[in-house]
């Protein structure tokens, strides 16, 4: 069993930033592929962010690459999402996951799931 709760959440302005945090406990927290997902009212869930168990490898939905990092430290048991010039289309619940596997694009890959941590966007 694998417990995951984010933080950092808000409200921020076009154009700003803000970093997302993930803590993990349970199994061993570099045993997983760890990702982000969101969803916006009305939308269904989409893929933003995943990094490997070791940190080397990162992957990324087209509408966030090149404004978002996603990264981890396994000291910590901890996954990060910075994210830079936001736009109002990105406001939704994000969440974390963790994936047993490196299919890190599809959310039926992962197995434990947080609750999601609101962010707002405004222009």
């Known amino acids: 069993q694998v417990q995951l709760v984010e933080s950092g959440g808000g409200l921020v302005q076009a154009g700003g930033s803000l970093r997302l945090s993930c803590a993990a406990s349970?199994?061993?927290?570099?045993?997983?592929?760890m990702g982000w997902f969101r969803q916006a009212p009305g939308k269904e869930r989409e893929f933003v962010a995943a990094?490997?168990?070791?940190?080397?490898?990162?992957y990324y939905a087209d509408s966030v690459k090149g404004r978002f990092i996603i990264s981890r430290d396994n000291a910590k048991n901890t996954v990060f999402l910075q994210m830079n010039g936001l736009k109002p289309e990105d406001t939704a619940a994000y969440a974390c996951?963790?994936?047993?596997?490196?299919?890190?694009?599809?959310?039926?890959?992962?197995?434990?799931w947080g609750r999601g941590t609101q962010v707002t966007v405004s222009s």
């Open positions: 996951a963790a994936s047993r596997t490196e299919v890190a694009g599809t959310a039926q890959s992962y197995d434990y």
């Open positions: 349970g199994r061993t927290f570099s045993f997983y592929t």
């Open positions: 990094i490997s168990r070791s940190g080397s490898r990162s």
